[in-house]
């Protein structure tokens, strides 16, 4: 299994990201897709998660801003970040079905 992750960048605080994380394999549509996300100098955190049939679950900092989505037919993971913060600026990793991390793609909310 591969992932490829996209859309990281430099936006301003209260700017919008979308990323995405296209997965190799054919045994996408059956698992549990998720972002996380670490800051440097801190652990790694779940962002958000999704359900083969789409049921999502966030941590409290992205309710309500981060929406997490999927195309199964196009084995693509999406974010969608909205009013993104300074203390969002991370390196946001997709991953699939628990074992398998994507190389990060970076964030960066400037103030």
């Known amino acids: 299994v591969q992932l490829q992750a996209s859309g990281g960048g430099v936006v301003q605080a209260g700017g919008s990201l979308r990323l995405s994380c296209v997965v190799s394999g054919s045994i996408f549509s059956s698992g549990v897709m998720g972002w996380y996300r670490q800051a440097p100098g801190k652990q790694r955190d779940r962002v958000a998660t999704i359900t083969p049939n789409g049921s999502t679950n966030y941590a409290d900092f992205g309710k309500g801003r981060f929406t997490i989505s999927r195309d199964n037919a196009k084995n693509t993971v999406y974010l969608q970040m909205n009013s993104l913060k300074p203390e969002d600026t991370a390196v946001y990793y997709c991953?699939?079905?628990?074992?398998?991390w994507g190389m990060g793609t970076l964030v960066t909310v400037s103030s």
């Open positions: 991953n699939a079905f628990g074992p398998f």
